[in-house]
């Protein structure tokens, strides 16, 4: 539900073809909300049905024709309600779900090597997340130049530096369960 809204939003900014809504919507957003290419291309022609965008096709020469999608009054209302109703949103955010968790919370019937194999894993793979969340700021560097209002921005950086928080958390909550079981990470 949210990727049509993520991709609204970054209408907003401007229009932009599938691809590069695409690629935006993976380098800016990616961290916290993932979109397959089918889903984006899915929702665009769902979006454009609705009226809330609209798609001109242009012609290429040497190169295959591009859809240019951008947003009408009605998407951006449909974003403008969107933002506007955020409760529902708040509760889901501090709502933790995690299979993971789960699977941790029953470690205790595995080998305790298994367990700390488990832990070991998700420690060295929120170290690559918190490595690539630089491509973000990076991302954001590169689209704050696109986007002439700077307040528009300091949003995107306040979501970054949560990932950077997020990841920073799994990482030592891993370094004091591992501590807890006698390894050291």
């Known amino acids: ?46 979006m454009e049905r609705s009226g809330w965008l609209t798609a001109t096709r242009v012609v290429q020469e040497g190169r295959p024709n591009k859809k240019l999608y951008a947003l009408t009054d009605e998407g951006k209302q449909a974003l403008t309600g969107w933002l506007s109703d955020a409760e529902g949103a708040i509760a889901e955010a501090l709502c933790v779900r995690n299979a993971f968790l789960m699977r941790v919370f029953f470690a205790g019937e595995l080998p305790p090597e298994r367990a700390v194999s488990l832990l070991r894993a998700f420690r060295e793979q929120c170290g690559q997340a918190l490595e690539k ?8 560097a590169e689209y704050s130049a696109l986007v002439s209002a700077e307040s528009r921005n300091k949003y995107w950086r306040i979501v970054a530096m949560f990932g950077e928080s997020f990841y920073r958390a799994e990482l030592e909550w891993a370094d004091r369960a591992l501590s807890l079981l006698g390894d050291t990470p």
């Open 133 to 140: 969340l630089g491509d973000t700021s990076r991302a954001i």
């Open 1 to 46: 539900m949210s990727l049509k809204y993520g991709l609204l939003g970054l209408l907003n900014y401007g229009s932009m073809t599938g691809y590069e809504l695409g690629k935006a919507f993976n380098a800016s957003l990616g961290f916290f909300w993932q979109g397959q290419t089918s889903q984006i291309y899915r929702e665009l022609s769902a």
